[in-house]
């Protein structure tokens, strides 16, 4: 059975960086295919950022330019590096399968709240 288990979110002011890490355990888990997304209370879970094939990335318009994702393999660790963080950013972010037809069960996420 896959565990992913998000972390790292916190209260940061408009500008500021965070780093979120996902550890994931389980034989099926392919750590070069996974995504980020994040989710706003009263909205659909929206992707933020997917690697496949261990290096092909893909980021929303809305991120472009400001977040990074990235992998250790050897530690089965997701990382989202976020930049320049904006209020429009605050959000509970999940990492997951990119595959929506091959989704993991859902962590708990971490929470990002951006705010002056």
């Known amino acids: 059975q896959v565990q992913l288990v998000e972390s790292g979110g916190g209260l940061v002011q408009p500008g500021e960086s965070l780093r979120l890490s996902c550890a994931a355990s389980?034989?099926?888990?392919?750590?070069?295919?996974m995504a980020w997304y994040r989710q706003v209370p009263g909205k659909q879970r929206e992707l933020v950022a997917s690697?496949?094939?261990?290096?092909?990335?893909f980021y929303s318009d809305s991120v472009k330019g400001r977040f990074t994702i990235s992998t250790d393999n050897a530690k089965k660790t997701l990382y989202l590096e976020m930049r320049n963080l904006k209020p429009e950013d605050t959000a509970v972010y999940y990492c997951?399968?990119?595959?929506?037809?091959?989704?993991?069960?859902w962590g708990q996420g971490t929470q990002v709240t951006v705010s002056s």
């Open positions: 997951n399968s990119p595959f929506t037809s091959a989704l993991y069960s």
């Open positions: 389980g034989t099926l888990v392919r750590i070069n295919a």
């Open positions: 690697l496949t094939r261990g290096s092909t990335t």
